[in-house]
């Protein structure tokens, strides 16, 4: 963080000789909504940037596409009624279309162990820019952008000891949907490969937020106090609304009614991650 505060400057261009000083907001533990619109709202967002950002933010193809649905930059963007139900349907579609690839991916590409692991990645072959063999992968952007947030080469490509690896769970062992009103255990075997830490964090299947729950952060990793570790090495990490007796370091809390997914990302992963040799257990239904 205080790297972050020393060395990260935003400002425009035409400031670069004297650029202002630049302010920090501590945001911790309040609340703020950045949940984006999945109904015909979503248009009117994607108005809102398309009027905000340059033109040159946009290729061509991708302008010409908004400008056929009556969004163009300098311009009302006021569909009529006809439009309005179209585009209102189309948003509701497409979330639900995202939803769908991002839970149950179609490509096996997507399983980090096919057969075997219900753990899935967005990127394919660490293709960050979603091309392969000169094709666009089209449902691995839709995954990864419905999904997350930001993109970097550091969260795909093979580099082994630096930036970062991730598997999400959607699924239990049985390629069930995760219950939040049931507990489930994940066993991370022993020797976890990652040098810098891991974590898990827990998201809402339908906001794709962090789950709002009693604790401050839905998740933990392996620096937490009192993290218990088993007598062959690995950890045993449970979710459910109430901790099991006995397990209160190594819980996630959930919630009754909602359905959940998780992440978990390895900071400076190693070798054992991408030669496949150390495997994250599946969810596993306990009660």
């Known amino acids: 963080m205080e790297q972050t505060k020393k060395l ?34 979503y248009w009117e967002e994607l108005n809102a940037t398309i009027q905000a950002e340059p033109l040159e933010g946009l290729d061509p193809e991708t302008r010409g596409l908004l400008a056929a649905i009556g969004i163009k930059k300098g311009q ?31 490509d096996p590409r997507h399983y980090l162990y096919p057969g075997e692991r219900v753990w899935t990645n967005p990127f394919i072959q660490g293709r960050y820019d979603f091309l392969l063999d000169g094709e666009r992968l089209l449902d691995s952007r839709i995954y990864m952008h419905f999904y997350a947030t930001g993109i970097t080469p550091a969260m795909a490509i093979k580099n082994v000891g630096k930036g970062s690896q991730y598997a999400i769970a959607y699924l239990d062992e049985k390629g069930n949907g995760l219950d939040g009103g049931k507990t489930y255990k994940i066993n991370l075997p022993k020797n976890v490969p990652a040098k810098d830490f891991w974590s898990f964090t827990l998201y809402d299947n339908q906001t794709r937020a962090m789950l709002q729950t009693d604790q401050q952060f839905p998740g933990l990793d392996n ?65």
């Open 8 to 41: 990260f400057r935003i400002y425009p261009l035409s400031e670069k000789d004297n650029p202002p000083k630049m302010t920090f907001v501590d945001i911790s533990g309040k609340f703020d909504n950045t949940i984006h619109r999945m109904d015909y709202g």
């Open 76 to 106: 009302e963007f006021k569909p009529d009624a006809r439009m309005k139900r179209i585009l209102t349907d189309a948003a509701k579609i497409g979330s639900v279309t995202a939803r769908a690839l991002t839970a149950r991916p179609s």
């Open 223 to 287: 620096n937490k106090k009192g993290l218990k570790q088993n007598d062959d090495g690995s950890y045993d990490i449970y979710f459910s609304p109430k901790a099991p007796k006995g397990q209160e370091n190594n819980w996630i809390q959930t919630i009754p009614g909602k359905g959940w997914n998780t992440i978990l990302r390895l900071y400076g992963p190693l070798e054992p991650f991408y030669d496949k040799t150390w495997k994250p257990g599946d969810p596993q239904l306990v009660d």
